[in-house]
């Protein structure tokens, strides 16, 4: 710088000069340009900012505490003790919600300090731990975060944010969702207490191995309830929740126990636990995950058993009540069986379902070889990848043309035989496709059911509470399988006997328990015979009694086609039973159930076990049907009660007489007829044996004055069982209810009032004439007014023909004075007498009523001798008469003789 005299002046000039202002002006004016610029572009900025954070507040949605819950809790199933049995789970719904009253303290307090370790003072965001994680998430350009949501932040990220936002990849969603998280925790703060803030996020974390919330967690881990957790188990699940995959103990105890200790280091330094507490927790780090893995690999958890047949009917019951009792849709029913936090309180006694599955699983009770019926099917891919299907039905055919089989059938006397079969059955269809068999080129379907198969439904009949249900015997290989206890129609055979033929007949006051039906050859309306099981008849007079006491046939048939098939259809759908149809059109050709053969369980769909239990239940029950229930009431995870069971409704089906008699007779089919194989001391017992004519299923339905049960027993494919295979329905029934019983105290079916005890001719049913009915008199129990009223109409006294010893007819050359039985006529009222062939005018029989009126009818042929000229001059006719006539002689004179001895030693025993 030139500081003389010369060199200021010019540097004045300099400065003075026109161009030097014009510059320096310029230069001026660009500054406050720029400066301005930079201010508006700040202040643009900063409003752009304002109102872009006013946009995402905006967006964000307006929550009450009450709202932020978790969404999906599973359901839970207690039996009728109110133990917890099973859980109904849907997907991300494995949660349990519990109160602080079942967490203990300590687990709340891990979590806060592993995961937000300043939860208590902070309001809603850690400003130390965002600025953190702000600096990890800009440095790696959004690829890395670090944990800073306060446990605020994650309790909304588990709730709120759950549907209405996704985390995508990029920063600007990222940004955006952590703005709204933070405004939204700063606004639950300010009106939530900390503590059910925390209790709320226990209940929501996802905890790993399908598992949300704390108590779902400590079930699945450690087999028992949050509440029981110590000290050592809560810093276990405390790790957890950081990453759930990474820290499951189950997969890597190696680092959860890392984490762990940084837990429990972390709790020692903030004063939740003392020093004694920490070292107890340290010296427990081996043993706990020991614990873990043991119930891991020997418990078999609720949420991931195959459960039982008692749940998977409860829940097939529920969901129809949910649709059709509550009202809501079948998406909405599936979605609160499976995630809506349901509590179901069943009708499962623990006890008896207990020794159900005992007697079922115990292979003392089942004396046949098993079987095991195969369900295969096979798919082969060739060169081009083109897939060729086999079915089961394939395998048969092929096996039936090979070696020439009119017949082949897909049971096999063990899997290994089965698996023979099948390596044969896929070798051939390689070979038809002319393909070569390799390991990948192939896929087959391979499965087994053990056979025969069994059902079982136990129902306290006073309740319509269903106790216990077998659906099937062998392993249970997944949910909601076939359950042939309620799910499985077959035919019911000849337990019908009771429901469809007689009861109803009894409570009409058409017929008697000492009504007879002759049991002879007897063909239906279409001309096909009726059949007894023993495919042979008596060709005696059989009550009513005698026909449930011994399972026959043609007398049920006979007695349904006398009061009409719509009488037995009628009271079987006041029974309950949900399948019968009164007309169904099937490939041209209408099937209806209103038919004679009715009586004996023929139905064009079959019934359940559970509505034949539920039927004599009914009856048990002094005739009052319960619809069959297994659950008492449903409520919400809030406590409200959705559906209720508690009363149910009542329908008099049979008159309390009716029910008695009936087990008055099912008690003689226990005692001294078909089933007798059931009984056990110490209990009034009655019930009625079933079997299907093609031997197809078998039946044993059984009642005490406590419980009612239904035993089924058959083939899946309908292959006709073995003796042996038949009855072990009984056989069960028996192991079962013995044990049901013990410590019971006897009791027997309460008689009701309206019942009389009458002396009739066992023949007849009618009431015995003195002289002639003797050795036929029986005592029989009647409803009051549905008694006999006039003598037997079957044993006669007077003229009869010696060659057919029936009524001798007025021309009758073979007639003589004596006593017969006349043939049954089925049909006959029991007060139409028939008249004294000394009445006779012509062909017609004379009727004298009481009331002096006279009545003309035509004498049954089956009770009066035809004696027509031909018959008279048949060859050897006279020698035939003449041989009866003798045999009758010698019978009169031996019935002679033994009246004289018994008069004989009746007289000497009175002396005596």
């Known amino acids: 710088m030139d500081y003389s005299r010369k060199g200021v002046m010019a540097k004045r000039r300099q400065l003075n000069s026109y161009s030097g202002k014009i510059v320096r002006k310029i230069v001026l004016l660009g500054f406050k340009l720029f400066l301005t610029g930079v201010i508006g572009v700040g202040i643009c900025l900063f409003a752009g900012g304002i109102g872009l954070f006013n946009s995402i507040i905006a967006g964000t949605p307006v929550v009450r505490m009450s709202e932020i819950v978790s969404i999906g809790q599973a359901t839970i199933v207690y039996d009728a003790m109110g133990n917890e049995f099973d859980h109904y789970v849907g997907r991300d719904a494995n949660r349990i919600v519990v109160g602080w009253d079942g967490i203990p303290k300590q687990l ?61 990849d990029n920063m600007i969603k990222k940004i955006k969702r952590k703005i709204q998280e933070q405004y939204l925790a700063i606004e639950v703060t300010k009106s939530t207490e900390k503590d059910e803030v925390l209790l709320r996020y226990l209940n929501a974390i996802n905890m790993g191995q399908n598992t949300l919330g704390v ?44 984490r762990r200790k940084t837990c429990l280091d972390k709790m020692l330094e903030l004063g939740f636990i003392t020093q004694e507490e920490y070292d107890e927790a340290i010296a427990d780090t081996a043993d706990v995950y020991d614990r873990i893995q043991y119930h891991d690999t020997s418990i078999a958890e609720a949420y991931t058993q195959e459960g039982n047949y008692f749940s998977d009917s409860l829940y097939d019951d529920v969901f129809y009540d949910l649709v059709h009792v509550a009202g809501y849709d079948r998406n909405q029913a599936e979605y609160l069986l499976t995630s809506g936090g349901l509590r179901i ?40 990848g083109v897939e060729h299907n086999f079915s089961k039905e394939n395998l048969i055919s092929w096996f039936k043309e090979k070696y020439g089989y009119s017949k082949y059938t897909l049971l096999y006397s063990s899997q290994e035989k089965a698996q023979e079969a099948i390596d044969e059955y896929r070798a051939g269809c390689f070979e038809s496709l ?48 076939l359950n042939r206890a309620t799910a499985s129609s077959r035919s019911p055979g000849s337990v019908f006997k009771v429901l469809a033929s007689v009861g109803p ?96 369980g023929g139905l064009t769909y079959g019934v359940t076990n559970e509505e034949v239990t539920a039927a004599y239940a009914c009856i048990a029950n002094g005739g ?72 197809w299923d078998h039946w044993f339905v059984g009642m005490t004055p406590y419980y009612t049960a239904g035993v089924w027993t058959g083939y899946d494919d309908n292959t ?89 007819c007025p021309n009758c050359p073979f007639a003589y004075e004596g006593v017969t039985l006349l043939p049954k006529v089925d049909g006959f009222h029991p007060d139409l007498l028939i008249g004294d062939p000394s009445l006779m005018e012509g062909n017609q029989v004379i009727i004298e009523h009481d009331d002096g009126t006279v009545e003309y009818i035509v004498p049954d042929n089956d009770h009066f001798c035809q004696h027509t000229d031909i018959m008279l001059a048949t060859p050897g006719y006279e020698a035939i008469i003449a041989t009866q006539m003798a045999q009758l002689e010698a019978v009169r004179q031996a019935n002679e003789a033994a009246a004289a001895a018994a008069a004989a030693a009746s007289v000497a025993s009175q002396d005596g």
Not at 440 to 446: A, F, G, K, Q
């Open 108 to 168: 709340g307090l891990a979590f806060v300090a592993v995961e937000d370790e300043r939860f208590y003072e902070h309001n809603g965001i850690d400003y130390k731990g965002m600025v953190r994680a702000m600096y990890q998430f800009v440095k790696s350009r959004g690829k890395e975060t670090q944990g800073a949501s306060t446990i605020t932040q994650q309790l909304l990220k588990n709730t709120v944010f759950v549907d209405w936002t996704e985390e995508g």
């Open 215 to 258: 108590e779902s967690a400590a079930q699945r881990y450690f087999g028992k309830s949050a509440i029981d957790l110590n000290l050592s188990e809560c810093a276990v699940m405390a790790a957890i929740t950081q990453n759930p995959y990474r820290y499951n103990p189950i997969s890597f105890p190696e680092n959860n126990v890392k």
């Open 345 to 384: 309180y069943s009708t499962m006694d623990p006890y008896i379902q207990a020794i159900v599955d005992e007697e079922f699983a115990n292979p003392d009770n089942f004396k046949f070889n098993d079987r095991w019926l195969l369900d295969y099917s096979l798919t082969i891919y060739d060169e081009d």
């Open 434 to 481: 002319e393909l070569v068999e390799t390991e990948d080129n192939y896929l087959e379907s391979i499965s087994y059911t053990l056979e025969p198969q069994m059902s079982m439904v136990i129902e306290n009949q006073s309740t319509g509470e269903v106790v216990a249900i077998a659906g099937g015997r062998g392993e249970k290989v997944g949910r909601r399988t």
């Open 505 to 600: 007949g009894l409570d009409t006051g058409l017929v008697t328990l000492a009504t007879t039906y002759y049991d002879g050859p007897f063909n239906y309306t279409g001309g096909k015979p009726v059949q007894n099981t023993s495919k042979t008849t008596s060709l005696k007079n059989l009550s009513l009694r005698y026909c449930i006491a011994y399972s026959m046939n043609i007398v049920a048939v006979k007695n349904l086609t006398y009061i009409g098939p719509e009488v037995g259809f009628s009271y079987l759908q006041d029974l309950g039973f949900t399948t019968l149809t009164a007309g169904k059109e099937i490939n041209g050709q209408v099937y209806s159930d209103i038919n004679q053969s009715l009586a004996l």
């Open 624 to 695: 009052s049907y319960i619809k069959p229930h297994l659950y008492s009431y449903v409520t919400g995870p809030d406590g409200e009660i959705i559906l209720d069971n508690r009363n149910p409704r009542a329908k008099q089906v049979f008159k309390e007489t009716t029910s008695w008699l009936l087990i008055s007779a099912m008690r003689d089919c226990v005692n001294y007829g078909t089933g007798t194989r059931v009984r056990f001391p110490g209990m009034d017992i009655a019930g009625k044996t079933g079997t299907t004519s093609a031997g």
């Open 720 to 808: 006709e069982q073995t003796w042996d295979e038949m009855h072990t329905s009984e056989q069960l029934w028996h192991a079962i209810m013995s044990r049901v019983h013990e410590g019971l105290a006897y009791k027997e079916f309460v008689m009701p009032e309206g019942l009389v005890s009458v002396e009739v001719c066992s023949e007849s049913g009618l009431l015995p004439i003195p002289g002639l009915c003797d050795g036929c008199v029986v005592t029989e129990w009647f409803a009051e007014g549905t008694e006999p009223q006039y003598e037997c109409d079957l044993h006669y006294a007077g003229r009869i023909c010696a060659y057919d010893n029936k009524i001798a």
